[in-house]
C-alpha cells in the first residue's frame, strides 16, 4: 500500500510539473503510465533543446505520444532542425521523430501575437464545442499555420478538431498529427 502511495505521489508530482491536472489525466486517452512516460521523454527534450547552443529554445517545441516525437517549430538553418531531431533520438524512450519545422521568414506579417491569437480563438472553440475533448488536443501556431497533435477518441473528433481550427480567421493552414483511440 506504501508503495502504490509513494508511487501515486511521484506521478502527481511529476504531473504537476509539467502543467497537468488531474482532469487532464482522467480524460487523455492513454493511460497514466504512458502519460508518464510521455511527459518525462517531452520534459528531457525540452530541457537538452534548452542547454544546446545551435537549436533555439524559443523557437522550437517538443511533444511526445507513445514515444513518437513531435518536433514543431521555426528554424534559421537546417543544422538546427538535424540537431533538434539527434537531441530527440537521444532520449530514452523515443521510438520515432517527426517534424514540422519552417524556416524563418523575417518579412512575414504573421507574429507572435497573431499566433497567440489563433491559438486563443481555437482553444475557445474546442472548449465550447461538447463533443471534442479540448484537453487531449495540443495546438501549435508557427507563422499562422495550425499544428494539431495529440489523442482523441475518434474519427469523427479529429475532423471536427480540423474543422474549427480551418474556421478560425488569419490560419494558413492546419496540419494534423491526432490519432484516434476509441474511449
Known sequence: ???????????????????CTIYNVSMDERSVGDQ?????????????????????????DAASYYGHV?????YESTTQIDRAVQIARSVDGVRDVTRYMLPKRPDDHCGTTDNLEIY????????????????NVNIKVVQCNV??????????EINRVIAHAKSV???????????????
Open 1 to 19: 500500500m506504501r508503495k502504490i502511495l509513494c508511487l501515486f505521489i511521484v506521478l502527481n508530482m511529476l504531473f504537476m510539473a509539467s502543467g
Open 36 to 60: 508518464a512516460s510521455d511527459e518525462q521523454i517531452t520534459f528531457q527534450i525540452k530541457g537538452k533543446f534548452l542547454e544546446d547552443d545551435s537549436v533555439k529554445y524559443l523557437d522550437f
Open 70 to 74: 513531435y518536433i514543431v517549430g521555426e
Open 120 to 135: 486563443a480563438r481555437l482553444k475557445e472553440k474546442l472548449i465550447s464545442d461538447g463533443d471534442t475533448w479540448s484537453t
Open 147 to 156: 499544428v494539431l497533435l495529440g489523442i482523441v477518441g475518434s474519427k469523427a
Open 169 to 183: 480567421a488569419g490560419v494558413r493552414s492546419v496540419k494534423s498529427y491526432l490519432k484516434a483511440q476509441p474511449r
